[in-house]
């Protein structure tokens, strides 16, 4: 049989240096690849197309698919969160972060000015934010329990108005206090008098003036 030489020939990223033949077996190629690297395949598998490189080409398909996977992965990421975009929940936790790390943001010196931040899982990611915090109930708002620390789970719940109010830094009140401006609203003090007068904020005064926080009887707050 007569002997093949594919010697100068190229074959996808394979360019054949010479033939290498051994009794009773199939030629052999010597094949330089465009990588650098040096690889000798049958003459049949190269011939066939079954062999283009060193190995190099499938190794690069695979991460292109692996990122391609990736990509997939990603967007499926970003589609659940933008099915959330419009909600309750996704403004709560998108506002937060603007406190903490939006020096424009009109609140941003009593949140990041002062340290104020939020743990990393829940920063890059709103998923896990969601996985701790759950859907927020209607008329609630994202809360930290520990107001001189930051936005991270076992510090956060999703409170009332009035819960909210009760844990302001604005709140200083006792109940010496909370009884006097109760007397001096029924006099006819207004509220913004009266958060003068204490130094407080107006929404926490008509709170305590309504009985909606500091309940007589209750537990003082």
């Known amino acids: 049989m007569k002997r ?67 990509r997939v992965v990603v967007m499926g990421e970003a589609n659940r969160t933008h099915g959330y975009s419009r909600t309750p929940t996704y403004t709560s936790w998108c506002d937060a972060k603007k406190r903490c790390y939006s020096p424009q943001n009109k609140r941003f010196a009593e949140y990041g000015g002062r340290g104020i931040g939020m743990c990393n899982s829940w920063r890059t990611s709103f998923d896990s934010f969601l996985r701790d915090m759950g859907e927020r109930p209607n008329g609630m708002t994202l809360e930290r329990l520990d107001v001189d620390k930051g936005y991270e789970p076992g510090n956060c719940i999703w409170a009332t108005p009035a819960q909210q109010a009760q844990n302001t830094r604005a709140n200083v009140a006792t109940w010496e206090s909370v009884r006097e401006m109760r007397k001096r609203r029924l006099e006819g003090a207004t509220y913004p008098k009266l958060a003068s007068e204490f130094g407080m904020s107006y929404n926490n005064v008509r709170l305590i003036c309504r009985g909606e926080t500091w309940k007589e009887g209750g537990d003082a707050q």
Do not use: H, P
């Open 4 to 70: 093949v030489d594919y010697s100068g020939r190229r074959y996808g990223r394979l360019l054949v240096l010479s033939m290498v033949y051994e009794a009773g077996k199939d030629a052999k190629a010597r094949c330089a690849c465009d990588c650098g690297a040096e690889k000798t395949v049958t003459a049949y598998n190269l011939k066939s197309g079954n062999t283009e490189s060193c190995g190099c080409l499938a190794r690069e398909r695979t991460a292109d698919l692996n990122r391609a996977l990736q």
